[in-house]
């Protein structure tokens, strides 16, 4: 029997997936983004319908070799593409849009305080630990993915509240083990070198292709299933690990082979603020 509630029909995925499941969940984005938004896309398919959407730019001519969205949309609001986008898919959903730096947004602590998980897909660490930092307060869930630089691979992190650690235990476990993976510590390329110094674009990333962001976005929207099925009884492998460290293409020194993986469970890291009983943000 089909569910009265959905408009999209789930009859070819409800044997691996039950949408049953997601039909009060809801989930904050911040950056709609080349990841962000195929992210997006893969939960709206997969029954995810309650979405609040946090970014503040417009999708602009440059942005089509990595962003998916047409060309029709050029100079229009990601939000608002997004929230079209998903409610042409699934007509049954709730979209709040906020074109928004959630980093200035009076309404941001409010949407990570009702949501069930936070999908980071910014491509600032400041944003990233902002993120991190307002759902440790909130007890919610999120789970973050970054692209290093040049597209070599990326970075997923997932945060489920006092059962893993935080994006600075992340940091602090990274510093400890010596495992600096971030872009000043990957160095720049030559490109990169050339642009900075050559043509003064201070503002220019070197992120990757298309193929190399939407990799790092497919990690990132498994383990978001996985943490917001983590209490459900059903059929689907939970994931084990919280961190992963994915290539996608050799780097020296850094991965030796494509596509190879590296993950664990990073536990809160006793020094860490997030393991404090008191860490709730001020009010
Ligand atoms: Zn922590």
Redesign the pocket.
Known sequence: MKDQNYSLEFDRISYLLNPENFSNKRITVVGLGSGGTPACDHLVMNGIRIWELYDPDTLESENLVKHPRMRKDLGRLKVDIQKEWIEDRNPNVEVKTFAEDVMQSPNFIESVRRSDLVLSCSDKKSVREFV?DQC?AAKVPFVTASVFRTGIGGEIFG?IPSQT??????Q?FSELNQLDLSDDALGLTEDEESRIYGLDEKEFRASGLSIDIQMIALIQVRMALSILLRESTQSMPTLKSNWIVYANRPAPGIFRSHFEAKQMLLK??KV????TSNHQLED
Do not use: A, E
């Open positions: 991190s440790v945060y650690g935080c994006y600075k235990c992340l602090l809160p890291q860490c603020y997030c393991t």
